[in-house]
């Protein structure tokens, strides 16, 4: 009696939710083909909540039963079937696979898998929803659904029909399904597959790990290769596909046991989401107050966002230029990006790495996991010192950065198929690296013969540091980069590692930063008709007067696109939706001065603190800054017109 209640609720709960119509047009497509299969597979919707409330035992059955609650559809459907005469092909209850979809679980921790806990009861075949991102998949390869066995024996009634059908389990392995010790239950003879009836699935494995284990390792240094610990996922038929790695998901699964893996604990998927990322609503009110005393100037917002930018690893005021490259960087990195050559990838060249340095290995550099470039998905992926890297090593690193993708080759012989394959994801996260150019470990001649303001970068081909959007030169010992108030601010963290050093690390903190950065890279920006004009005349200008009759321009293409992405992620890191002119006036310094360390200065000189001349003490200096910055821009505006598209120096074809 409770199994045919349960069976009415199960009618009424598809009749009001429409599932019933969408099982009934699911079966006008099998009756059409005229074909016969050994299972028929219908997906039925379920709202956890609408079913609970309408009837409480069927409810409790799917959320801690759904192997026996999917037998009650599976009733109510054949004899729907049956009475509408819906599929002509069909001759028994167990040729209908039903699949139970949940929307989503309640809201309490017996519902939610914690990955850290790990308390896994993979014995009860029930519902769990755990979050997590993807660190690995598998191509698409096929599983069978459902297979039909007949007796072997001729004689035997059950050498014909649809009796022994073999459907997939949650959890099951292929041979579960499909295999040759059947028996018969009337005469126990063998029984044999029927192989034109066997039904055919797709099938792809993911793995995914908890956030908190991939934040757990930011910045974890180590030289050696290492895995994270983590958790199986089996996507089947309109699953497959719908998880790209780097993104973060939350799943509705079953634990089960599968001793043939090397993790036999896995998680057969029945829903996927994708977790969006949160963007903050807004700034803090620390930064808000900030940017309003400074509206009145486009520089001073970001002027002073660079020299309080990370105050807890350098002293306020110290690599200023650096700073502001970096967090233009941050804006500019989008995980949506529908350009995925928006990223604004850095290169500098420095020497002397960091010459005091107090940690849990003794004295010497800090470095930085680099981690993968596809975790690092809309973020940044620190790849190192390039000069340690081997030629091909470097070759695949200008590929990736010039594609803005990772294809993986997949020989098949290797792994049982006759034909190979490749897999291309996209890679949406900006590249940070650097050049020591005083590392003992290497012997290298500088050149003698370089132009005024160039830099040496023979270490690595020139044509990896060009995919590079800047290039920077950061010389710890310089006079833009004193050397004495880093020492004295390592020596101090190294005796208070927690300990909050300046004023700025109190008024703006890391979580304040961080909401910035989270807002300001979600805000759309265009244009302005005058920056429109600024960016693109001086991109002529520039073109033209580093041309020559033999080897051509020494601009690429891709030039006005590292162009137009520094203007933008300047006026994001303004907080604004407009590209003004101002913000050309900073990416064209930024850019003009990695095009001299490249090439060398040109009759359009700019120096190399010309976007932070002075010190930023106080507001004085911050005003004498914008006059100078005022200047530049005059100057900006006088080699455009001088050098620029309609000008005499241009000739008629161009």
């Known amino acids: 009696m409770a199994n045919l209640k349960m069976k009415e609720a199960a009618l009424i709960y598809l009749d009001r939710s429409g599932g019933l119509q969408k099982f009934i047009n699911d079966c006008k497509y099998y009756n059409d083909s005229k074909q016969s299969y050994a299972v028929y597979r219908f997906n039925i919707l379920i709202n956890p909540s609408d079913i609970v409330e309408l009837d409480a035992e069927l409810g409790n059955h799917i959320l801690h039963h759904p192997v026996k609650a999917a037998e009650v559809f599976q009733s109510v459907c054949f004899i729907a079937v049956k009475t509408l005469s819906l599929i002509g092909q069909l001759q028994t209850e167990t040729q209908i696979n039903i699949v139970l979809k949940l929307t989503h679980l309640p809201s309490l921790p017996s519902y939610s898998l ?54 997939h389990a949650p959890g099951a392995t292929e041979s579960a399904t499909v295999r040759n010790d059947f028996l018969c239950n009337l005469c126990s003879s063998s029984l044999q597959e029927d192989r034109k009836f066997r039904v055919l699935g797709d099938k792809q494995i993911v793995e995914i790990i908890t956030a908190k284990a991939l934040h757990a390792f930011q910045g974890y240094s180590n030289t050696q290769p290492f895995r994270f610990q983590s958790l199986t996922i089996f996507l089947r038929d309109e699953l497959v596909n719908k998880m790209s790695i780097g993104n973060e998901y939350k799943i509705i699964g079953i634990p089960t046991c599968v001793k043939t893996l090397q993790t036999s604990v896995c998680i057969e998927a029945n829903s996927i989401t994708f977790c969006n990322p949160k963007v903050p609503s807004g700034i803090s009110d620390n930064f808000r107050c900030l940017l309003s005393l400074t509206s009145s100037s486009c520089w001073k917002f970001t002027a002073i966002l660079a ?33 995925l050559e928006d990223c604004l990838d850095i290169l500098i060249i420095t020497s002397d790495t960091l010459l005091v340095d107090r940690n849990n290995y003794g004295t010497g550099a800090v470095s930085i996991q680099a981690g993968s470039a596809l975790l690092a998905k809309g973020g940044i992926c620190f790849i190192g010192d390039l000069a340690s890297y081997k030629k091909d090593k470097l070759e695949q690193l200008q590929s990736v950065m010039e594609s803005r993708s990772i294809t993986v080759y997949i020989p098949g012989k290797k792994f049982g198929d006759d034909t190979n394959q490749q897999t291309t994801f996209p890679i949406q996260c900006s590249f940070w690296s650097f050049i020591d150019m005083d590392s003992s470990s290497r012997k290298h001649m500088q050149k003698t013969n370089t132009l005024i303001g160039q830099m040496d970068c023979s270490l690595i081909p020139a044509n990896l540091v060009e995919v590079f959007g800047l290039l920077i030169n ?3 010992s310089s006079p833009c980069h004193p050397f004495l ?25 890391t979580e304040d930063f961080e909401k910035l950065l989270a807002f300001a890279k979600n805000l759309n920006v265009e244009f302005s008709l005058e920056a429109e004009r600024m960016v693109h005349g001086y991109y002529l200008a520039s073109r033209r007067i580093r041309t020559d009759s033999i080897f051509g321009s020494k601009l690429s293409a891709s030039a006005l696109k590292y162009l137009i992405s520094l203007s933008e992620a300047h006026a994001r890191l303004n907080l604004r939706n407009k590209v003004l002119k101002e913000d050309v006036l900073i990416a064209v310094l930024l850019f003009e001065t990695s095009l001299t360390l ?8 700019v120096a190399p603190n010309a976007v932070f001349p002075f010190e930023l003490y106080n507001e004085e200096y911050l005003e004498q800054r914008d006059v100078y910055l005022t200047q530049c821009q005059q100057q900006l505006l006088q080699f455009i017109a001088t050098y620029g598209p309609g000008t005499a120096v241009f000739a008629s074809d161009e």
Not at 133 to 150: P, S
């Open 474 to 476: 950061c010389n710890e």
């Open 485 to 509: 108030p880093t020492v004295q601010h390592t020596l101090k963290k190294a005796i208070d590692p927690e300990g909050l050093l300046y004023l700025a690390s109190k008024q703006f903190t």
């Open 307 to 339: 020299n309080i930018f990370a105050s807890h690893i350098v002293p306020p005021g110290t690599y200023n230029f650096l700073k502001l490259c970096l967090l233009m960087s941050l804006v500019q990195t989008r995980d949506s990006n529908k350009e």
């Open 598 to 605: 490249k090439y060398g200065a040109t009759v359009f000189c």
């Open 114 to 167: 914690n990955f850290c806990e790990f308390r896994l009861d993979y014995t009860s075949q029930r519902f769990y929803m755990m979050q997590g991102i993807v660190i690995a998949m598998t191509t698409v390869t096929k599983y069978t659904q459902g297979a039909r066995f007949l007796c072997s024996d001729e004689a035997c009634p059950l050498s014909k029909g649809f009796q022994y059908i073999r459907v």
